[in-house]
């Protein structure tokens, strides 16, 4: 299995669906005006562009100089735009299930104490880490067997310099990469200007003046929220016991069950009676820090869509480079409710009310989607790459928001049962929402193998 470092440098952003009309001219600008056929392409290669709209909030990934120009803070009341820069590492498909390479992927940067988000696409996987980390995620990766390759011009490239538009691929050794020092014991302030040995003043800038920063992070007065890291701590959490001594939270799904059922955690203990769900002046103390993985899986809320969804394939090579899918594309994200009218009218329409599940993601090679099937009815056979023989995926989605911000290990705490058990899923992380896709017969033993003690909400 390859795990290739992309040359993207990204931001992370959210807002509710609701404000989606007030950016909608960026989200087009966005779509409409890439090239995507290679073919067609005459410049660089097109930046990776993903956008997941669920029934809790639309998140993107984008490259972070157009971000910081396009989604401007007074864009939308609710526009929450992380302050880091996040680096893409796609993943070769092979062979083996999407659940088992999920696995491969994400158990050992769990015990590493990697925070990630996970997409899952048609053509690919894709891994997204703050670029901070990306010594020790070639490190852990490496050294469990994935073979790891990058670009020439992008390896050693501090977080603080601008990347270079030439794209001369050449593969190196991975100790060829510096090694990040370990940051274990320092404090919040240093984790966030202590790596790569540099100084952090384009960076700095960027956060402060750049980019929105999200309610909670350090560059923000709120306090209802822990800091917003792309929706993960970057370092392994501490607890501290009754003598005082510092030790690290088991990451292990297994240590962590242990961990979280029996010890009675500061989390669990700041937890339980509060009518609220959650106290703010815990979230920062106890949600990253002293909750285990598997503590924020059983506890997050969860629903059950109704949905019935595909993973499909565009196809990027149509007449010439033109693509007449972006029209189509247009519409569903802009006039759903006729799309939803005429899907109706022919028979094809949902026999529920959830609402619609899109998910977007264009790399410089590939196009994924994933969205119901009764809107893929707007597409030509011609137009999509799909597999006929694969059922429809039904979607379990983990509302994380109250936890300030996910920590590491969520990703493996829900793949690990569910590949144990012979279940294949798709992953995607939002900012806010895990997005864990099944086959629709297999729905029911996945909802209950990751319930736990939390709470389940069908939504129609």
């Not at 779509?31 to 029934?55: C, G, H, M, W």
């Not at 993960?232 to 501290?240: E, K, L, Y």
């Not at 009218?345 to 899109?358: I, Q």
Request: charge should be negative.
């Amino acid at each position: 299995m390859t795990v290739s470092l992309l040359p993207d440098r990204l931001s992370l952003l959210r807002f509710p669906r609701e404000e989606l009309e007030a950016c909608s001219h960026v989200i087009l600008k966005h779509i409409v005006f890439r090239a995507y056929s290679q073919s067609n392409r005459r410049t660089r290669d097109e930046p990776l562009f993903s956008y997941i709209d669920n029934s809790l909030e639309i998140s993107i990934f984008g490259d972070y100089r157009a971000i910081s120009v396009d989604f401007p803070k007074g864009l939308c009341p609710g526009l929450e735009v992380s302050k880091h820069i996040y680096r893409a590492l796609q993943v070769d498909n092979d062979d083996t299930s999407n659940s088992s390479r999920i696995c491969t992927i994400v158990e050992p940067l769990a015990k590493a104490g990697v925070s990630i988000f996970y997409m899952s696409t048609y053509q690919t996987d894709l891994l997204f880490v703050q670029e901070d980390r990306i010594p020790l995620v070639f490190k852990t990766l490496s050294a469990n067997g994935l073979h790891m390759t990058y670009d020439e011009d992008m390896s050693i490239t501090p977080p603080d310099t601008p990347i270079s538009d030439q794209h001369g691929t050449r593969r190196y050794p991975i100790d060829s990469i510096e090694e990040e020092e370990p940051l274990y014991g320092h404090s919040e302030e240093m984790r966030d200007h202590q790596p790569f040995r540099g100084n952090y003043s384009v960076t700095k800038e960027l956060s402060e003046h750049s980019l929105a920063t999200p309610p909670g992070s350090q560059d923000s007065s709120s306090e209802g929220d822990d800091e917003q890291e792309g929706r993960s701590g970057s370092v392994a959490p501490m607890v501290t016991p009754h003598n005082g001594v510092k030790e690290l939270v088991p990451l292990d799904i297994y240590s962590a069950q242990r961990h979280g059922k029996g010890s009675g955690s500061a989390w669990s203990e700041s937890f339980a009676g509060n009518e609220g769900g959650y106290d703010e002046t815990m979230v920062s103390k106890a949600s990253p820090t002293t909750t285990t993985a598997f503590e924020v899986r059983q506890q997050a809320n969860r629903t059950l869509p109704e949905n019935s969804l595909r993973c499909v394939g565009l196809n990027t090579e149509l007449e010439a480079g033109h693509q007449p899918w972006l029209l189509k594309i247009i519409k569903i994200l802009f006039y759903h409710d006729r799309v939803k009218e005429e899907a109706t009218l022919a028979g094809n329409g949902p026999t529920h009310n959830a609402p619609r599940f899109f998910s977007f993601t264009a790399t410089s090679e590939c196009v994924s989607m994933i969205t119901d099937t009764y809107i893929l009815e707007e597409f030509e056979e011609h137009e999509l790459f799909m597999d006929m023989e694969t059922c429809p995926l039904r979607l379990i989605q983990l509302d994380l928001h109250r936890f300030g911000l996910d920590k590491y290990g969520i990703v493996h705490s829900v793949a690990r049962p569910l590949t144990e058990a012979g279940i294949d899923l798709l992953f995607l992380s939002t900012f806010s929402t895990a997005n864990i896709l099944v086959a629709d017969h297999r729905l029911s033993e996945a909802e209950r193998l990751l319930s736990g003690g939390g709470s389940t909400t069908p939504e129609s």
